[in-house]
């Protein structure tokens, strides 16, 4: 019974620790390496995108690592929640922002708030 018990908690723990969201600290200052934001606009098929447009991208691609990734997986392709890869030909970007806001399932409420939120709702909607 006792072993039974304890691999039940140390599951639990597991599942917790994968989807529990980001640190809770939002004073993080913002890193310096820009490779991402230029190969983001190189991957934008010839479309002139804004340096806000790249801005919202990283911003985007920075939350989802922090606070989705560990159950969608880093390059949207599934795991413990649905992949993502495809996300934007299934839903809005409202529709995805609200999925964010709303927690279906296991999925923590308000895994990213705000601004946050918003940018993450843009660039998922865009993955079609």
Known sequence: MK????????GTTLVLAACGGGSGEEDQAPSDDTSDT??????????????????TTAVAEEVFA?????CHGSNLEGGMGPALS??????????????????????PKNAA???DAEAVAAWLAGKK
């Open 3 to 10: 072993k039974e018990l304890m691999a039940l908690l140390f």
């Open 38 to 55: 230029t190969e983001q606009a190189d991957d934008n098929d010839g479309d002139s995108a804004s340096g806000a447009d790249a801005d």
């Open 66 to 70: 922090q606070n989705c990734a560990s």
């Open 86 to 107: 495809e996300i934007g030909a299934k839903y809005s970007e409202d529709e995805i922002l609200n999925i964010i806001k709303e927690g279906p399932g296991n999925m």
């Open 113 to 115: 708030e705000g601004a």
